[in-house]
């Protein structure tokens, strides 16, 4: 099974930036979607972005214009940029990688947005 390990979480606040790394072990990353998703306190996991092998890009409404997501196939490597950060941003941010060969999750990362 596939190993992700995240990086780059912690507190920042709000209208802030905070980069979110994940990188994946093995050699299926470059056929894989990635993606980010995030759970807050009480509440489900929902979807922030995913990018295709192909680099298509999928936003939730409530970060687009805020979150970039980027892979690095060469690295094995997919980040999350995230600018103006509010409150409501706040939650433990999960990699994903799903393929036909796989599913895999990270750990998680948190991300606290407050002053």
């Known amino acids: 099974q596939v190993q992700l390990v995240e990086s780059g979480g912690g507190l920042v606040q709000p209208g802030g930036s905070l980069r979110l790394s994940c990188a994946a072990s093995?050699?299926?990353?470059?056929?894989?979607?990635m993606g980010w998703y995030r759970q807050a306190p009480g509440k489900q996991r929902e979807l922030v972005a995913t990018i295709s092998s192909g680099g298509s890009r999928n936003y939730a409404d409530s970060v687009k214009g805020r979150f970039t997501i980027s892979r690095v196939n060469a690295k094995n490597t997919v980040n999350l940029q995230m600018n103006s950060l509010k409150p409501e941003d706040t939650a433990v941010y999960y990699c994903?990688?799903?393929?036909?060969?796989?599913?895999?999750w990270g750990q998680g990362a948190q991300v606290t947005v407050s002053s």
């Open positions: 994903n990688l799903n393929s036909r060969f796989d599913n895999s």
């Open positions: 093995g050699s299926i990353f470059r056929f894989a979607t």
